[in-house]
Structures are given as C-alpha cells and as structure tokens.
C-alpha cells in the first residue's frame, strides 16, 4: 500500500491509501474517490510534502544544511506512520502471522492489524498470497501491518 496526497477542486487536501500509482490513477478517473471534506468526485494528486523542491533553489546544494534532509524525511513519515498504525491497527503482537492467516481464511473477523513476524513466517504468508507490508526500521522488533480491508471484491 502506498499514501499519497490528493486535492479536490474545492482545495482540501487528504490523503488516499492505494496499491499503487496506477490503481491510484484508475481510480481517479472513474471518481472512485470523494473528498472527505465536501464530497467532491474532482480530485487530483497532489506532491506529497516531503516531496516537493525548496522555491527558487536552482540546483540542490547539500552540504549548506538548509537541504531537506531525506534522512529526517524518513523519520518524519515513520512517525506519522506509526501514529497512524497505532490508532487504526490492533496490535496483536507476536500473534501476528497467524491472525493474518485466520483473517485471510474467513476464521476470525477481518480488520487492520500489525505486528511482529519472522522471516519464515513472513515467507508462509506470501506463499498463501496475504495482504501484508513491512514498517520499518524499528528499533528492536521488525512491525509488519495488514488490513484486511478488500471492499472492492465484494
Ligand atoms: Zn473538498
């Protein structure tokens, strides 16, 4: 899953979760997508700000330390992200790849998860074609998310 930034054509600015660049485009031209704000269907990607150039700056100059850091950047993102993950995500630990696995077969409730995993089960979960993606780097255990969320299919 990827975030990017959107604008509608009123001007409110929110951000959409897709699978990728192209789903993200498809669904702009079937207005898939409403702004959350005034329920517009006319919106358009908008540079995310990490992204976006330093005005009137002709060529990047890093070593004067004003550049965008993009180590900051990642830090920054990481913390919005992780704020994002713990309030819309149940963390349920080192259980995580085996939630995943009830969630993916229909045994437990579907809803958006994250966790701990290990390589090898990471490796199982992609064999059974789940829906996961890693966070990282944190500092001691390796987060990996799910949502089980697939509304599209249904
Ligand atoms: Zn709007």
Redesign the pocket.
Known sequence: MLVFDL??????R?EGWFDSHKDLAKQIKNKMI???????ES?RQVPSSFAIAKRGQASPRPNEGDSPDPDAAARLLGEALKRYLKENFEDVGAKFANEALKMHFGATETRNIRGVSTPEEEKMLQREGVNFFKVGPPPSAETTVTSGGEEEDD
Do not use: L, R, T
Not at 34 to 40: I, L, R
């Open positions: 604008q509608c054509d009123q001007g409110h929110f409403a702004c959350p704000v005034c329920g517009a919106v």
